[in-house]
């Protein structure tokens, strides 16, 4: 167990619909990552934010979005759902800042977009 | 941006055997090499990383070597076990995002 917690575990939702997933990062760790991993694409990094604000920026589609809380959860927004966004979804935190030291991998969030 | 090329693909091995599987990074500014092992359906697993500053860094039966000059980094894995069998990735860490590699299925057979 990393310490890191996702909720909820599996989601199954319409095209064009919106979710939210959570993610509670180690205790101390201040940074917070979204990955999304799909068979033809691997890991693919999202978005960091650290102590609340947006850090880093990859290849996040516009139609999603992030943010962290002041007691440091995240959640991560897609809305407009495509069957192409059905993927896992992983959170990952580190206590670093800017560089990614050390990242804990929580156990993720299957997204199926029917 | 950052591009991370692993290979092989696929690496089967027997029982006892070593595996090694490799990695190359392309933006020199990149200074940390994470390997993570993800078994089927659940989370990657740090198991190993080395800083740019240092050439080679063991624990127990894995050990990751690094060339910054030619931009590459192993993962070597000795005595291998069935339960080492998942799938592994490299990553590089350059500006504050980690980049994976396409990932490499190990299979060690009994």
């Known amino acids: 167990d990393s310490g890191v917690t996702q909720t909820p575990k599996h989601l199954i939702t319409a095209t064009g619909q919106r979710v939210t997933l959570r993610c509670s990062p180690r205790?101390?760790?201040?940074?917070v990552y979204w990955y999304q991993q799909s068979l033809d694409q691997g890991l693919q990094f999202l978005i960091q934010?650290?102590?609340?604000?947006?850090?880093a920026k990859g290849n996040i589609l516009e139609r999603f979005s992030a943010q962290q809380f002041p007691d440091l959860h995240s959640e991560l927004n897609l809305s407009s759902l495509e069957l192409g966004d059905s993927a896992l979804y992983f959170c990952?935190?580190?206590?670093?800042?800017?560089?990614?030291?050390?990242?804990?991998f929580g156990p993720g969030t299957r997204l199926t977009v029917t | 941006g950052e591009n991370v090329e692993q290979h092989p693909s696929t690496l089967s091995v027997q029982e006892g055997d070593s595996a090694v599987i490799k990695c190359t990074y392309s933006?020199?500014?990149?200074?940390?090499f994470p390997w993570y092992k993800q078994e089927l359906g659940k989370r990657p697993q740090l198991i190993i990383d080395?800083?740019?500053?240092?050439g080679e860094k063991k624990d127990q039966r894995i050990a990751v070597t690094l060339n910054k000059t030619a931009k590459h980094f192993s993962l070597h894995i000795t005595e291998t076990q069935p339960e080492d069998s998942a799938v592994y990735f490299c990553?590089?860490?350059?500006?504050?995002?980690?980049?994976f590699g396409q990932g490499t299925i190990l299979t060690v057979h009994p």
């Open positions: 933006d020199s500014a990149s200074n940390y």
């Open positions: 990553a590089a860490a350059s500006y504050g995002k980690l980049t």
């Open positions: 990952a935190s580190s206590s670093r800042g800017t560089n990614s030291y050390e990242q804990y």
């Open positions: 080395i800083r740019s500053n240092v």
């Open positions: 934010y650290y102590n609340g604000e947006e850090r």
């Open positions: 205790s101390g760790d201040l940074s």
